[in-house]
């Protein structure tokens, strides 16, 4: 089924569920599309669209570039994984520029413009590197990183202290118990700092608060050094800090609207076959993974208000916060709620189950043969992220995308076997099928790269096809990681004005 791109716009502008995916490559989608595209990639649709698109009967609608087929592709294999209102959007991304919609470049688009948004609206304060480094040698400053831990070990501020977005208020009590300290928080660039920030003057912590401009991009632009493989983590707040942080979360929640829900009530919203819901547990991974409400998701809440389109595939759902703690959740629907989300609810009598870390659903992939080694004479193909590919592979392996096996065929000379590999295996069997369609004797290696014990080598010079499959953040660019920074900045800072061209993007404007 066709719908043209004004319907589009019409729909993702309105108040009715509706999912919009983008599925070409993310490094394609990457170099422009509508604003509340998700990028689920082809190559990688079953991994993704369960989790992003939980309900089936929701309208969802695909698109490609233009007249590339991969749209057409989408819908029959969501049309095989149950969804039964897909819809493929006339011309693409050429279609919706023809039409005379705004087409945005990046990724998590949302999220970003929305930091910019903020910036603006409240005049977030913010601190040069110069400022902060001049300010560290002879007064007390701390410093707070709101990435996750794995970010702020890359590369950190010195001294900084790796307190992951929603986290912030929830700990900051303890951290900063003096009024008179200045507190600095960070990111790699600038939308988290800019949240981070004004989380906590949400809050009304009685210290003085910046942002700093630009985060470690900006640190190093400035010719400082960060820091590497750091590990100074905020630890868990005393139970004076747990008080003091509801205290606050509660006047976030007044001032912002923060709704709020019972079991009892989820429960029915659970059987509600009209609606999407989505349940997220915006606490920590071991939190999550020590006890958790059955059926939730891990979606830290920084995150989640940092990358929304990775988590929520469907405008106007429903969306139940989960903190026992209710802080982190408070915090985290006062920023969906400005960014125009207008459905979501913190639950207040949260009870936690199971444990363990969550398994993903994805559709059961039909049995191939495997191997646990790798027999003479055969080829490997990796269908991992180039990214991993490049850090580590098996030796002599290609590096190709599913979705463009006709190229890897091309490009790979005869022989007695091809294996295919992925990061776990999973997406090497959903390709498999298709891979025997153009190769003869085709297997799957057991585990995939993960269960790789022998040498590895790194590089891509086997490549199959170009590297567009995901896209390369600034300091993956390590030749001219300055130029890719700097470039990056100013894509961040020109978000606040491309939006206002855009009708249907929402944000909500708080006094």
């Not at 960070?186 to 989380?199: D, E, L, P, V, Y």
């Not at 294996?419 to 003869?440: R, Y």
């Not at 010079?461 to 990681?481: C, F, G, I, L, M």
């Amino acid at each position: 089924m066709a719908i043209s791109a004004r319907r589009v716009s019409e729909l993702v502008g309105g108040t009715d569920e509706i999912a919009l995916l983008d599925v070409r490559e993310q490094g394609v989608h990457y170099r422009g599309h509508p604003f509340y595209a998700c990028s689920v990639p082809l190559s990688r649709l079953e991994l993704v669209v369960p989790d992003l698109v939980p309900r089936k009967s929701v309208p969802v609608v695909v698109l490609d570039g233009g007249n590339e087929g991969l749209a057409e592709k989408a819908l029959e294999r969501l049309t095989k994984l149950g969804y039964a209102d897909v819809s493929v959007m006339e011309g693409g991304c050429a279609g919706w520029k023809a039409a005379g919609f705004e087409l945005f470049s990046g990724v998590n688009v949302p999220s970003k413009a929305f930091g910019e948004f903020v910036e603006h609206h409240y005049g977030t304060p913010r601190i040069t590197p110069g400022e902060l480094r001049r300010l560290q040698q002879f007064k007390k400053v701390l410093v707070l990183d709101s990435r996750p831990f794995e970010e702020y070990q890359r590369m950190s501020i010195p001294g900084g202290i790796d307190v992951p977005g929603a986290e912030l208020v929830y700990r900051i009590h303890d951290l900063a118990p003096s009024p008179d300290t200045l507190v600095v928080v960070n990111c790699a660039g600038r939308t988290r700092s800019i949240i981070g920030c004004q989380s906590l003057k949400n809050a009304g912590i009685p210290n003085p608060v910046v942002a700093l401009k630009d985060g470690t991009m900006g640190w190093e632009l400035a010719g400082f050094t960060c820091e590497r493989n750091s590990a100074r983590a905020a630890p868990a707040p005393s139970q004076d800090g747990r008080q003091k942080a509801l205290a606050a979360a509660e006047r976030v929640a007044k001032r912002f609207e923060v709704k709020f829900v019972e079991s009892d009530r989820l429960h029915e919203w659970h059987k509600d076959s009209s609606r999407t819901l989505y349940v997220l547990d915006v606490r920590t991974r071991e939190e999550f993974e020590r006890s958790h409400v059955v059926g939730s998701r891990h979606a830290p809440g920084g995150q989640l208000v940092q990358a929304s389109d990775e988590y929520v595939g469907v405008r106007n759902a429903r969306v139940v916060l989960v903190d026992p703690e209710l802080v982190r959740a408070i915090m985290t629907a006062s920023w969906l709620n400005q960014m125009g989300w207008s459905d979501v609810h913190v639950l207040e009598d949260a009870q936690l189950g199971e444990g363990g870390a969550r398994k993903p659903k994805i559709p059961g992939t039909p049995p191939w043969q495997t191997v646990s080694a790798i027999p003479e004479g055969a080829a490997v193909l990796d269908l991992s992220t180039s990214l991993r590919f490049q850090k580590a592979h098996i030796p002599g392996a290609w590096w190709g995308v599913r979705s463009r096996l006709q190229e890897a065929h091309a490009r790979i000379p005869p022989a007695q076997m091809l294996v295919l590999t992925s990061e776990d295996g999973v997406l090497a069997h959903l390709a498999a099928p298709e891979a025997a369609e153009l190769f003869s004797n085709v297997v799957v290696l057991e585990g995939g790269n993960a269960a790789w014990r022998g040498a590895c080598e790194s590089g891509v010079e086997r490549a199959t096809t170009t590297r567009d499959d995901v896209w390369y953040k600034p300091y993956d660019h390590s030749a001219d990681y300055l130029k890719h920074a700097r470039d990056y900045l100013d894509w961040e800072v020109a978000l606040v004005e491309q939006i206002k061209r855009d009708p249907t993007i929402r944000f909500r404007a708080y006094s």
